[in-house]
């Protein structure tokens, strides 16, 4: 999965000895003081605990490549904290010490640079509209900390786009497979340990159907434009994992998200291979069979087991398209309850975080009756989530940076590219694609752990977008 023997593909990459030095001398600190800690502290591991915290975040923040990569394994763990009417996860914590990190980076070198792209736009238009709703929003106090998130997901981007220059947009992305892969399969030995009798998320919770759903779509894309038998064999596997673990959860929206994607990575490939003129290319969409074959395999042989709750779900699924019911019924709700919400003040919305008490803007709503059981959920469509809260205003720039996310990933993907480079242009292009079509079902995207996967990912697309356009003629 991650390729020790491929230069970065940044732009630049500096000899950076005061790095080293900061490591060594960390390291030496650590293993110097820590004996010496115990002995004094005693009975107080606390305290202990405490400076250990302290020396690690050090660590980190002299040496922001390691915490970047610390940072996108924390996005795969769920383990919330309240501090101060705040849920703060682990990936929280550790994208403010890569902040930090950035920040006195890019004080302390002497070349600094800062570069426009083609999402800050829209992303500072979402930020824009967000605080406009703080005016009219129904309560106020609400609004502090989804905007708070919207920033913060800002940030990221821009961490993501500077680290991916630097550290090469392939290595991080073969970096994200690896740790989707791992999780995934943590999902897979939890589903089959509990005999599929409960829904399985794994280590992320619910994000996990993000990862899941963007992570498959760009393996397939490693695997199709794959040109050695192990490295099919690779991420042909990272495909089939990732795929069962699809299942486990039993989300029929990231299994609707991968069955959109691949037909549309078979288009790029044949697309792709007429422009170029390279028509033996097309019959590499054949090795997508190699998974589908073994997850068809896995399902068959576990489906009154593992896979009982998954093929009822899909079941239920189907069955709402012609009559609505179970949770496709309840999205509808929920749907109707975010355009009413829309109406109630459709120049500014309702007020970031507001929705959670829209049964309190509109009362009528609580004589649904399966508004008991879904009350101060998400709207489950961000689009109309970000049109009841912010108006017309945040729905636009969250279609707006849909729309480029989805133009400058093909862009990059039709350019003539040799094998590696295809592999990581198409990852990328699909991705904008998955992320494009899901924002008008899924549940978040614009906070949380989702937030920082887009955030990374947009800043993957823009990195690799300005290393194409400084390398063609002007």
């Known amino acids: 999965m991650y390729d020790t023997h491929a230069a970065g593909d940044s732009l630049y990459a500096p000899a950076d000895t005061s790095r080293r030095f900061n490591l060594v001398a960390a390291v030496v600190a650590l293993i110097i003081l820590s004996p010496v800690l115990l002995i004094v502290t005693g009975p107080r591991p606390i305290l202990a605990s405490l400076y250990f915290a302290v ?51 890019y004080l302390l070198r002497v070349r600094t640079e800062v570069h426009r792209t083609s999402f800050d736009a829209p992303f500072i238009l979402l930020i824009g509209a967000a605080l406009m709703s703080i005016m009219l929003a129904h309560d106020r106090s609400l609004t502090i900390t989804p905007t708070l998130r919207v920033i913060v997901i800002y940030l990221a981007y821009r961490v993501s786009f500077k680290m991916a220059r630097e550290i090469g947009v392939r290595r991080i992305v073969q970096v994200y497979l690896l740790i989707v892969v791992v999780l995934a399969a943590i999902n897979c030995v939890t589903l089959v340990i509990e005999g599929g009798q409960h829904r399985v998320f794994g280590l ?156 309190q803007i509109l009362p009528d709503i609580r004589l649904v009756p399966v508004w008991y059981y879904i009350g101060g959920m998400s709207p489950h469509n961000v689009v109309l989530h970000w049109l009841a809260e912010t108006g017309p205003l945040g729905a636009g720039a969250l279609l707006w940076l849909a729309w480029r996310g989805v133009k400058v990933g093909y862009r990059q993907f039709t350019r003539s590219l040799d094998i590696r480079d295809t592999q990581v242009a198409g990852a990328l292009a699909i991705a904008m694609v998955v992320f494009a079509f899901t924002i008008f079902y899924m549940r978040a995207w614009t906070w949380g752990q989702d937030g920082y996967i887009m955030a990374l990912l947009f800043g993957l697309v823009a990195a690799r977008q300005r290393r194409q356009d400084s390398q063609s003629p002007s």
């Open 204 to 359: 992320a919770w619910l994000p996990m159907e993000t990862f899941c759903m963007t992570a498959l779509p760009m393996a397939a894309a490693f695997l199709i434009w794959s040109n050695r038998p192990g490295e099919r064999l690779l991420y042909g596997t990272c495909c089939l994992v990732i795929g069962i673990a699809i299942l486990g959860t039993q989300s029929r929206a990231p299994m609707v998200a991968v069955l959109a994607a691949l037909p549309v990575l078979m288009w790029l490939v044949m697309r792709k291979a007429q422009r170029e003129q390279r028509m033996s290319n097309r019959w590499s969409i054949l090795w997508l069979a190699m998974p589908l074959a073994g997850l068809a395999l896995v399902v068959l042989t576990l489906s009154e087991t593992a896979f009982r709750g998954s093929f009822e779900r899909i079941g239920e699924l189907i069955n709402s398209m012609v009559r609505p019911e179970g949770t496709v019924s309840l999205r509808v709700v929920l749907w109707t309850a975010a355009i009413k919400a829309y109406l109630v003040n459709p120049i500014t919305g309702i007020g970031m975080g507001n929705f959670k008490v829209v049964s």
């Open 55 to 105: 020396l690690g975040t050090m660590l980190l923040i002299t040496n922001p490549r390691i915490c970047f990569y610390v940072w996108m394994a924390a996005g795969g763990l769920f383990y919330p904290a309240h501090l101060g009417g705040m849920l703060i996860n682990p990936a929280d914590f550790a994208v403010l010490i890569l902040l930090v990190a950035v920040v006195l980076d």
